[in-house]
């Protein structure tokens, strides 16, 4: 378990973070040059002037560059996460995304996992491998309590972001878990709902309770956990 972990966390943690550290900027030439970062669109712009028409070449005599701004998030990011027997892949990417996004400065993260029942594992963040072994797969699926017990962790709704990680499976009351959504949103809450993937990347979900919750105000997609890092960002 600790190989597969250790293994994720190599591959996505650089991906988040490059995605939530900050977007980039125009800037003008650099000592810092990096081909990642030239700005080709822009040299061109700027280097009109030293076009020659008989050899048909530009010959730029500045070179532009895009630089990173640097991004603050400042927001309390809420990881709610189906524990029914279906989710296992999606567990495992979503206790290794929690334990990077903990360590991102200006971010707090809480993390929670229901069946039937809801338990909050937050204090578990510094060790997904411990996190991973604290979540027991199988049982019911009542996303609406989840939902609710979320809702009672939110001190600055403008500043938070909920995201659902689940099959979308209800089987408690599905109405109870629209009025929810919608609350949360007249929250001014973002939230986001991230379908459940197998072992090969396929989305597995409930399309119609999916639809039910977007037309709630929920954001729905199928990602890949790199992709939802941007996403987030």
């Given at each position: 378990?600790?190989?597969?972990?250790?293994?994720?966390?190599?591959?996505?943690?650089?991906?988040?973070?490059r995605s939530?550290?900050?977007?980039?900027?125009?800037?003008?030439?650099?000592?810092?040059?990096?081909?990642?970062?030239?700005?080709?669109?822009?040299t061109v712009?700027?280097?009109?002037?030293?076009?020659?028409?008989?050899?048909?070449?530009?010959?730029?005599?500045?070179?532009?560059?895009?630089?990173?701004?640097?991004?603050?998030?400042?927001?309390?990011?809420?990881?709610?996460?189906?524990?029914?027997?279906?989710?296992?892949?999606?567990?495992?990417?979503?206790?290794?995304?929690?334990?990077?996004?903990?360590?991102?400065?200006?971010?707090?993260?809480?993390?929670?996992?229901?069946?039937?029942?809801?338990?909050?594992?937050?204090?578990?963040?510094?060790?997904?491998?411990?996190?991973?072994?604290?979540?027991?797969?199988?049982?019911?699926?009542?996303?609406?309590?989840?939902?609710?017990?979320?809702?009672?962790?939110?001190?600055?709704?403008?500043?938070?972001?909920?995201?659902?990680?689940?099959?979308?499976?209800?089987?408690?009351?599905?109405?109870?878990?629209?009025?929810?959504?919608?609350?949360?949103?007249?929250?001014?809450?973002?939230?986001l709902g991230?379908?459940?993937?197998?072992?090969?990347?396929?989305?597995?979900?409930?399309?119609?309770?999916?639809?039910?919750?977007?037309?709630?105000?929920?954001?729905?997609?199928?990602?890949?956990?790199?992709?939802?890092?941007?996403?987030?960002?």
């Amino acid at each position: 378990v600790a190989q597969v972990v250790d293994e994720i966390v190599r591959r996505l943690k650089p991906r988040m973070e490059r995605s939530l550290s900050g977007r980039r900027r125009r800037h003008r030439a650099t000592a810092l040059r990096s081909a990642a970062d030239f700005d080709l669109a822009g040299t061109v712009r700027s280097n009109l002037a030293h076009y020659d028409p008989e050899t048909r070449k530009l010959v730029p005599q500045r070179l532009r560059f895009n630089s990173r701004q640097s991004r603050r998030l400042t927001w309390t990011v809420i990881l709610c996460v189906d524990q029914s027997g279906s989710m296992l892949m999606s567990l495992v990417h979503a206790t290794v995304m929690a334990s990077i996004l903990a360590r991102l400065p200006g971010v707090e993260v809480r993390f929670v996992v229901f069946d039937t029942a809801v338990v909050d594992l937050t204090d578990r963040l510094d060790d997904p491998i411990d996190l991973l072994f604290a979540v027991q797969l199988g049982g019911g699926t009542n996303i609406g309590a989840a939902l609710a017990y979320c809702e009672s962790l939110i001190t600055q709704p403008s500043r938070t972001i909920l995201a659902l990680i689940s099959d979308f499976c209800e089987g408690a009351s599905v109405a109870r878990l629209v009025a929810a959504v919608r609350r949360l949103n007249e929250a001014r809450v973002v939230t986001l709902g991230l379908a459940a993937l197998d072992e090969a990347a396929t989305p597995v979900y409930d399309q119609a309770i999916a639809t039910r919750l977007a037309d709630a105000g929920m954001q729905v997609a199928a990602l890949t956990p790199d992709r939802f890092a941007e996403w987030l960002a």
